[in-house]
C-alpha cells in the first residue's frame, strides 16, 4: 500500500515567519499534491508536482511556494505566515495510468497554527 | 462554489442500518471517486467509478452515477461504528490527470 509520510504532525508559526511543510512517499509515483482543509470547505488544491524539478500551480496558490527536489519528496513553503493559513495540510501521491483517473494516497497531515 | 459537493453535511444511524450518502456536480467529469477520513488520518479512497460506469461495488459499499443528472450516491449496508468518519465525493475533469475537486465531506455517525 501507498506511504506518504509528513512532517511535522503538528507545527505552532508565528505571523511573518517562515514555515516549510515536508512529505515523502515511497511509492515511485510522478504526481504529487499539496492540499489544505478547513471546515465547511473540504480540500482544496494549493500546489502539485508532475515530477522531479516541476511544480504547478492548483485552485488557491496564494501565499505558497512548492518544492519537488527529487521523486521522494515535495514541500509545502510558506515564505511569510498569516494566520488565515492556519488549517490541516494533506500531501498525496499519485500516478496516473494511461487514460485513466488517478487514486490518490494521503498523508495523516500536518496541523499548523499560525498565532 | 464548489464544483462537487454532498448533499448533506452531517447523517446518523444506527449499527446494521443502512445509509446513503449522495453528491452533486457541476462540471463533465471522467471519473467521480468517493474518499472516506477518519479522525486524525488522510482520506482513504473507497471507490472509483469513471464516467461509462453506472455502479461500482465494494464489499459493502455500493457508488452510482448517474451523468444526465451530474450526481452520485454511495451507499453502505450494514453499517458498523468503524464506519463513522467523513465522506468525501471528489470528481476528475480531465483525463491522465490528478487533480481532484473534493466536496465539502459528508459527516456519518454510526452509534451502537
Known amino acids: 500500500e501507498a506511504a506518504v509520510t509528513q512532517s511535522p504532525r503538528n507545527k505552532v508559526a508565528v505571523t511573518g515567519g517562515k514555515v516549510t511543510l515536508s512529505c515523502n512517499q515511497t511509492?515511485?509515483?510522478?504526481?504529487m499534491y499539496w492540499y489544505r482543509q478547513d471546515t465547511g470547505h473540504g480540500l482544496r488544491l494549493i500546489h502539485y508536482s508532475y515530477g522531479a524539478g516541476s511544480t504547478e500551480k492548483g485552485d488557491i496558490p496564494d501565499g505558497y511556494k512548492a518544492s519537488r527536489p527529487s521523486q521522494e519528496n515535495f514541500s509545502l513553503i510558506l515564505e511569510l505566515a498569516t494566520p488565515s493559513q492556519t488549517s490541516v495540510y494533506f500531501c498525496?501521491?499519485?500516478?496516473?495510468?494511461?487514460?485513466?483517473?488517478?487514486?490518490?494516497?494521503f498523508g495523516s497531515g500536518t496541523r499548523l497554527t499560525v498565532l | 462554489s464548489q464544483l462537487a459537493e454532498e448533499n448533506s453535511w452531517a447523517l446518523s444511524v444506527h449499527e446494521g442500518e443502512s445509509v446513503t450518502v449522495n453528491c452533486s456536480y457541476k462540471?463533465?467529469?471522467?471519473?467521480l471517486q468517493w474518499y472516506r477520513q477518519k479522525s486524525g488520518k488522510g482520506p482513504a479512497q473507497l471507490i472509483l467509478?469513471?464516467?461509462?460506469?453506472r455502479e461500482k461495488r465494494n464489499g459493502r459499499l455500493r457508488a452510482t452515477l448517474d451523468t444526465s443528472s451530474q450526481s452520485s450516491s454511495l451507499s453502505i449496508t450494514a453499517t458498523r461504528c468503524e464506519d463513522t468518519a467523513v465522506y468525501f465525493c471528489a470528481t476528475n475533469t480531465g483525463a491522465n490527470t490528478g487533480k481532484l475537486t473534493f466536496g465539502h465531506g459528508t459527516i456519518l455517525r454510526v452509534h451502537p
Open positions: 462540471t463533465s467529469i471522467t471519473a
Open positions: 511509492n515511485n509515483h510522478n504526481n
Open positions: 498525496a501521491s499519485g500516478d496516473v495510468g494511461r487514460g485513466r483517473a488517478e487514486t490518490l494516497y
Open positions: 467509478i469513471r464516467s461509462n460506469e
